[in-house]
């Protein structure tokens, strides 16, 4: 995050995270990982169109969410960890996708990828619309691996 963001950016990244944890009761261990994945915490990250044409934005690159907005720094950042975990008027979050997949993490995180048709249970790091291997990627940084180009 220190490569893109201000340490009060960081501070407000923390703070919407830790928010957003005890709201919703999404582990905020599981948040950050998302972050991680999506955006390298950049706040400044540019939004991604999927390949039907869905605009994803913010550090969750939630579906049709909030973008970074330096008039109001602190205030945009809780609205993109909010779009991730809550979800958007357009698109579930993390915490929709736990209870459609009944509190299975692996199975949650491959629907918030790709969507709710792209989820095969047998094999969740298969492309369904989403990267393929975004599931191990996630838990791969929930249990404190690190790699080159991180």
Partial sequence: ???????????????????????????????????MQESSGNVRVPNTTSVDGVINTGLMQAHTGSSFDSDDSAGSIE????????????????????????????????????????VNREQLNEDGGGPNKYVQLVANRLMGHVWEGM
């Fill in 79 to 118: 609205r993109m960890v909010r779009d991730g975990v809550e979800g958007t008027n357009k698109g579930d979050g993390i915490l929709q996708c736990l209870v459609h997949r009944k509190g299975n993490t692996y199975e949650a995180l491959r629907e918030y990828n790709s969507g709710s048709l792209g």
């Fill in 1 to 35: 995050m220190r490569l893109h963001d201000s340490k009060q950016e960081v501070a407000s990244i923390k703070k919407a995270i830790e928010k957003a944890a005890k709201e919703s009761g999404v582990d905020r261990r599981l948040i950050l990982a998302m972050i």
